[in-house]
């Protein structure tokens, strides 16, 4: 069971870590904090297996998942496309560069633009039951939004729409401003599809 307390500690670690670190410096920080977990990660999900995370790890994980974009992007580029673990690592230590950009930037364009662009069913069932299991016993508490938001997205991008729109309500609950929530409440509610299914 994954105690809270433990990861209210490691959040204000993180927190503190990061804000006393030179810009310079925050890449090799954020790979120390989250490089071994983005390894593990990719290639559990690129070869369809269960991850297996110490405790440390799965808090490790989820603290990345809530409180660093760079890394909840990554764990949903990983959903979306096969990559290897130096594209994974290169995205996360550096979310906001050119190649970084163009990653994200081309995945989530194709998902509403490319009918041809269908989801790799199994590789995100894969995803969203690891998620199932690292976020256990973390379904409501603070650092849920970000699970339920992703479990929403990944949803909707299967086109279960019913499972969709209860995660998203589930993440909004607890915070109402979850960008991703909040992005992926309004596709629902327009009607919005990916466009394989269109």
């Given amino acids: 069971m994954s105690d809270t307390l433990a990861l209210d500690a490691l959040r204000i670690q993180f927190d503190m870590e990061k804000l006393n670190t030179n810009q310079n410096h925050i890449p090799d920080m954020l ?15 690129n070869e369809n297996q269960k991850i297996e995370f110490t405790t440390d790890e799965r808090d490790t ?22 990559m290897t673990v130096k594209k994974a690592t290169n995205f996360l230590i550096q979310p906001f560069g050119n190649t970084a950009e163009k990653t994200i930037t081309t995945a989530f364009k194709s998902i ?9 069913v199994t590789r995100v069932t894969n995803v969203i039951a690891n998620l199932d299991t690292i976020f256990a016993d973390h379904t409501t508490d603070e650092y849920a939004p970000a699970y339920h938001a992703i479990k929403g997205y990944l949803s909707w991008y299967l086109g ?3 499972t969709a729109k ?33």
């Fill in 31 to 45: 790979y120390t904090w989250f490089g071994d977990i983005t390894r593990q990660w990719v290639n559990a999900i």
């Fill in 61 to 82: 994980f989820i603290i990345g998942t809530n409180k660093y974009l760079g890394f909840r992007d990554t764990i949903i580029l990983t959903a979306i496309n096969t």
């Fill in 160 to 162: 279960d729409n019913t």
């Fill in 166 to 198: 209860s995660e998203i309500s589930y993440a909004l609950d607890i915070d109402n401003m979850y960008s991703l929530a909040r992005i992926t409440y309004t596709a629902l509610s327009y009607n919005i599809k990916p466009a394989y299914l269109r």
């Fill in 112 to 120: 509403f633009d490319d009918p041809t662009y269908m989801p790799q």
